[in-house]
T-cell receptor, first 111, second 114 residues
Framework: AQSVSQHNHHVILSEAASLELGCNYSYGGTVNLFWYVQYPGQHLQLLLKYFSGDPLVKGIKGFEAEFIKSKFSFNLRKPSVQWSDTAEYFCAVNGGNDMRFGAGTRLTVKP | DAGVIQSPRHEVTEMGQEVTLRCKPISGHDYLFWYRQTMMRGLELLIYFNNNVPIDDSGMPEDRFSAKMPNASFSTLKIQPSEPRDSAVYFC????????????FGQGTRLTVV
């Protein structure tokens, strides 16, 4: 069965710092990859997605992610975080069977 | 479209009682997912339906949990009897085509079993 690993459980950054959240998955076939964001008290919302083509995907609010097939990774990045980026971030992988989510990474941005 | 609609938003119940969570997916979406979110276990897929048919219920924790989808616009997740360890936020999500589009989530139901 496919699985998704997010290595950082809680990340604390100051405003303007750069962000990179790790995501690795285990699945041998073709995958579709997603990053979702959950702001405090709210539901999950799509941040960006990768299906095919350019492995560098740009999403909303200045986020981007890079798919590295050889490393089974789909890391999320943002050059300069803002206080409003405080949220929980979930990586998700769909390999044709079901959509599996990572455990999530809680990001706290200090003003 | 109003999005995925879940009810109730909050539910507090006593241990041993039956709890029913409801979900209305986005019209035209043929996949529906039930997830449970806890601090300890993160986001877990419980079950998903395709065209109202349960496809994979291997994530359902035990026989106390059951889910139905009697038609394309309605699904329920039932816990009977409920236990304190069932306390969590339960999310329903729907998508148009498995894996090729994103899943749209409802606001969730926060369940507290005392």
């Amino acid at each position: 069965a496919q699985s998704v690993s997010q290595h950082n459980h809680h990340v604390i950054l100051s405003e303007a710092a750069s962000l990179e959240l790790g995501c690795n998955y285990s699945y041998g076939g073709t995958v579709n990859l997603f990053w979702y964001v959950q702001y405090p008290g709210q539901h999950l919302q799509l941040l960006l997605k990768y299906f095919s083509g350019d492995p560098l995907v740009k999403g909303i609010k200045g986020f981007e992610a890079e798919f590295i097939k050889s490393k089974f990774s789909f890391n999320l990045r943002k050059p300069s975080v803002q206080w409003s980026d405080t949220a929980e971030y979930f990586c998700a992988v769909n390999g044709g069977n079901d959509m599996r989510f990572g455990a999530g990474t809680r990001l706290t941005v200090k003003p | 479209d109003a999005g995925v609609i879940q009810s109730p938003r909050h539910e507090v119940t006593e241990m041993g009682q039956e709890v029913t969570l409801r979900c209305k997916p986005i019209s035209g979406h043929d996949y529906l997912f039930w997830y449970r979110q806890t601090m300890m276990r993160g986001l877990e897929l419980l079950i998903y339906f395709n065209n109202n048919v349960p496809i994979d219920d291997s994530g359902m924790p035990e026989d106390r949990f059951s889910a139905k989808m009697p038609n394309a616009s309605f699904s329920t997740l039932k816990i009977q009897p409920s236990e304190p360890r069932d306390s969590a936020v339960y999310f329903c999500a729907s998508s148009q085509t498995r894996g090729y589009t994103e899943a749209f989530f409802g606001q969730g139901t926060r369940l507290t079993v005392v």
